[in-house]
């Protein structure tokens, strides 16, 4: 370990990964730290993502994916069932496996990574972050940084330290509760999406299988629901009613935050990425892909900093992501608030005029459609969403 380097990065989450790897694809020295003693483990996602969306960052391969995914199957809350093809295929992957793939993607590229290496602090240098203070192997460290890479995931602390709002209303904040659980007999190219107060009022229900009669069993629900009726427990009911012998290998819960990007992801000498800085799709919940985008931008700028001994670049990434997702995170924001509040009987009508399509017509665009045709307001959004490049 050195005593300074261009670029620290903190956590090694596929955001961090991939900020860690753009950095030091460019040159600079890069130093990824990590509290766990295993990078992708333990694995609190339902690991589901688009394949298009993470084919420019890593290639695909059998041993991170757990299975292949063509279709959609949306189950409303009066019990009708539609199935629609997907234009984009996507993975349920192993994360276990694809965290780790990504660090040896970065550590490749030559960025130094140290795992159980616990970050409680930040340097500062006349109000600028200039490094970090952290535990490893039960000793105090203090290394100096140009740019520090906050990659901490949702209960990121470090973009607090550096003075960041990190603050986000807790209505935003998804209560999400899951199991892994074997003996679910459901198809292995399907993922299941429930919707309804029944199963997960503002929120949705799911179950994406891993193959071999396995699948990760989840649901979110909007901050309010969850103090009135835990998460478990509708999870609970769900599995008493519908799979009651299933074997339970794991079970995890954690937060969402199904926001906009915070207003400010940059400070002097530091960046945010990944859910530390708020990436996540507001719409489907889902960070993965996100969050790697936000990594590759911020560790290509944060490079470029470095290299152009202009630490004010930093500050350039905040536009950066806005332009690249943060400005379609906005308007799918709006689409989730609508969504999320329809009652059980607009979510029937949509899945009647669904299930009335033509089998050929059968796609999630036309059952999108349907649900535009119960709420026509959400068709200014969904237009800014096509018209956003
Ligand atoms: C139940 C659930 C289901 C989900 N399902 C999906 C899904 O199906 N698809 C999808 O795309 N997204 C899903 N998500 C969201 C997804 O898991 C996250 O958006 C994604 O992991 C964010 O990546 P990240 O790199 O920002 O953070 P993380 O993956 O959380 O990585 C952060 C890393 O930082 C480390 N760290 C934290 N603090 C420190 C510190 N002080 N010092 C050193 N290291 C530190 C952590 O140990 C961790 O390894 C789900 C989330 C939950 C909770």
Redesign the pocket.
Known sequence: MLKEYDVIV???????SMAARYAAAKGVSVLM????RD?GYPV??????SATRIAPFIDPDEKYIASHINKFSLIFPNGTEVTVPLEENGYILERRIF?YELAKLAANEGAEILTR????GLLFDGGKVSGVK?EYRGEPHEVKAKVVIA????????GRWAGLKTHIDFRDMEC???ITASGINVNSNTCYFYFGKDYAPNGYFWI?PKGNNTANI?L?VGGMIGKKKSALSFLIDFMEKNYPNASILTQ?????PCTPTLKKITAPGIML????AR??NPLS?????S?MIG?SVAGEIAAESVKQKSPDLVLTYDKAWHERQGKKHIVYNKIKNAIYNFSDDKFNNIAESADNLPDNKKSLGNVFKAALIHNPSILIDVAKVFVIK
Do not use: H, M, T, W
Request: with cysteine; hydrophobic share 40%.
């Open positions: 903190v956590g090694a989450g596929p955001a961090g730290l990590e509290k766990d990078v609190r996602c339902g690991e589901a993502v965290d290496a616990y970050v409680n952290f990659a901490d995931g949702v209960e990121s602390r470090v999400c509760v899951q994406f989840g979110g995890i819960a954690g937060g969402v990425v990944g859910d530390a990436q996540v919940g889902g960070g993965i892909s969050g990594g």
